[in-house]
């Protein structure tokens, strides 16, 4: 299939709404072949597909059961105020929801790793801690959210593998040099996002001219303002349940980010 030139934003919804699913396939591999600055923007439905839990959905981290933190909301659980006020609880409850070491990259990963290194792909903008994207072999990853396979002391500032917070045997993990609390690098609830990463976010977003958008809801607000700072070419969703901004995508795809992924040339 060969992308008509339109004449009018109209004329260009008009064309991509009337195609069917292996139409819109061949439509969204002509966009990547004529794009020249492609980005992807994924979320927690990304590495679902590894067995990662993703957070909102029925079965996702915030609606389980756990009788040791009934109490508090699960928003505070991952907060700045939590780790600092209580941080027992806090290093509690990550060490046993979000523990990622062992999980492995699924097609959508190994795919926009495979886009990299062809060349089609100038990065990948993801608010997943887990480190997939990089396992995978992609190079370009900027993590809006951080990395739980990173930490730090607060204090010394010295740099730790995550097995300093998951392996430690320690109520709250200390640091070795000067005794201070180690945290992990996640961005939490109250903090404000990794700076150099969203500042290259921001330049990759702003260059694009096809935006590919995975695995995401785009309600967390990081996502979604940079989402509504594109305005390139071509705008594709893959996602699968509904999106924010679905009303201003070219290719919209309800189904599993994997399975779309792999259909790539």
Not at 6 to 19: A, I, P, V
Not at 179 to 197: F, H, K, S
Not at 224 to 235: I, S, V, W
């Amino acid at each position: 299939m060969m992308l008509p030139e339109f004449l009018s934003l109209r004329e260009k919804e008009k064309f991509f709404r009337s195609l069917n699913g292996e139409q819109k396939i061949d439509a969204l591999n002509e966009m990547i072949e004529e794009s020249e600055h492609i980005v992807f923007l994924g979320g927690a439905g990304v590495s679902t597909e590894s067995g990662i839990p993703d957070f909102r959905s029925k079965d996702g981290l915030y609606n389980r059961q756990d009788r040791k933190f009934q109490k508090y909301k699960p928003e505070y659980l991952l907060s700045y105020d939590c780790l600092n006020k209580k941080p027992e609880i806090f290093f509690s409850y990550f060490r046993k929801n979000l523990d990622c070491r062992t999980f492995q990259p699924n097609d959508a990963h190994k795919k926009l790793a495979e886009m990299e290194r062809k060349g089609k792909l100038d990065g990948i903008i993801t608010q997943n801690i887990d480190g997939l994207h990089q396992k995978a072999g992609s190079k370009k990853v900027w993590e809006i959210h951080g990395s739980a396979l990173r930490c730090h002391c607060v204090s010394c500032r010295a740099e730790y593998r995550a097995e300093s917070v998951f392996e430690n045997t320690e109520e709250i993990p200390r640091c070795p040099k000067c005794g201070r609390m180690i945290r992990p690098d996640v961005t939490l609830y109250g903090e404000l996002l990794p700076q150099r990463a969203y500042e290259e976010a921001v330049a990759l977003i702003r260059y694009a001219d096809c935006l590919i958008i995975g695995g995401t809801s785009l309600e967390v607000g990081s996502a979604a303002q940079l989402a509504h700072m594109y305005h390139g070419k071509y705008l594709v969703i893959i996602n699968k349940g509904k999106t924010k901004m679905e009303g201003k995508a070219d290719l919209v795809f309800h189904d599993n980010i994997g399975k779309v992924m792999n259909q790539i040339r």
